[in-house]
Nanobody, 122 residues
Framework: QLEDSGGGLVQAGASLRLSCAASERTFSSYSIGWFRQAPGKEREFVGFIGWRAINTNFADSVKDRFTISRDNDKNTAYLQMNRLKPEDTAVYYC?????????????????WGQGTQVTVSS
């Protein structure tokens, strides 16, 4: 129900925009979270956006470099990543919270995308 896309291989300092497309019209009522998982590490919270796009929050490691937006008419959310660093290398996942949960716990999200690989070279 969620499809992540937009990953790739970039150099440090570059930008990428990931997309999270949903097939459901009810997408507009869901909070959307972004998470990432690097090899050998646990999945970690990146940020979220509320259903009305008023509330967003980010992990300290990406704050001031990443932003999240959404276009409810297109049932799509976006993760804009700027000034990428090698430590940002991971598989990135979007997730939807049908309850409207807005937070950093992965258990608060009900549907997950398949993930998209982001690799940042130094």
């Amino acid at each position: 129900q969620l499809e992540d896309s937009g990953g790739g291989l970039v150099q440090a300092g570059a930008s990428l925009r990931l997309s999270c497309a949903a097939s459901e019209r009810t997408f507009s009522s869901y909070s959307i979270g972004w998470f990432r998982q690097a090899p050998g590490k646990e999945r970690e919270f990146v940020g979220f956006i509320g259903w009305r796009a008023i509330n967003t929050n980010f992990a300290d490691s990406v704050k001031d470099r990443f932003t999240i937006s959404r276009d409810n008419d297109k049932n799509t959310a976006y993760l804009q990543m700027n000034r990428l660093k090698p430590e940002d290398t991971a598989v990135y996942y979007c997730a939807a919270a049908t309850t409207g949960y807005r937070g950093s716990y992965s258990n608060g999200y009900d549907y997950w995308g398949q993930g998209t690989q982001v690799t940042v070279s130094s």
